[in-house]
């Protein structure tokens, strides 16, 4: 049940924005790149330390039943199946993902439909397509990093640092 929660309201229902994310590195990575896009005061930052159980991304939601979800997960294949999982949970959709490393494929049970896709294939977007549904707006939002790096924290570490100047007051 438990997790990492950084959050700057003061009650649940001003929630507007929960910003999910597999480290709490992550999450703060997120915001430091984009802290002038972001209302901290409406805003709450969770990670769960890797993957998450159903009761604890459920139990999260319920929590903060008004705010925005946006998903921050890493920019990998268990990255991509956290979103296609927290996705159904919100929508309360039987989702089933079995990954089989050694062959470089996913199975994917969802609707009614028995999916087999390759690793690269793995996303929401492409399950939802070959389940033939439409991704229900306003469930989840789904945040990447925009260059081809595992997470946010691997961002933050590629942008250029400004120099540190001290100003000495005489």
């Not at 199946?81 to 494929?105: F, G, H, S, W």
Request: aromatic share 12%; proline share 4%; net charge negative.
């Amino acid at each position: 049940n438990g997790m990492w929660i950084a959050d700057f309201t003061r009650t649940p229902l001003e929630a507007r924005n929960l910003y999910i994310a597999e480290s709490s590195f992550d999450a703060i990575s997120y915001y430091q790149l984009h802290r002038n896009q972001i209302d901290l005061f409406s805003s709450v930052f969770v990670s769960f330390g890797g993957a998450f159980s159903d009761k604890q991304f459920s139990s999260l939601i319920e929590y903060y039943d008004l705010a925005q979800r946006n998903l921050l997960f890493d920019n990998d294949l268990y990255g991509r199946i956290y979103d296609m999982r927290a996705y159904a949970l919100v929508t309360n959709q039987p989702l089933t993902i079995v990954p089989n490393v050694r062959e470089d494929k996913v199975k994917v049970i969802i609707g009614g439909k028995d999916l087999e896709l390759a690793n690269q294939e793995v996303c929401l977007d492409s399950v939802l397509g070959k389940a033939n549904q439409q991704f229900s707006p306003g469930a989840v939002t789904i945040i990447k990093p925009q260059s081809e790096v595992k997470d946010w924290n691997e961002i933050l570490q590629l942008e250029p640092s400004t120099p540190n100047k001290c100003i000495i007051a005489r």
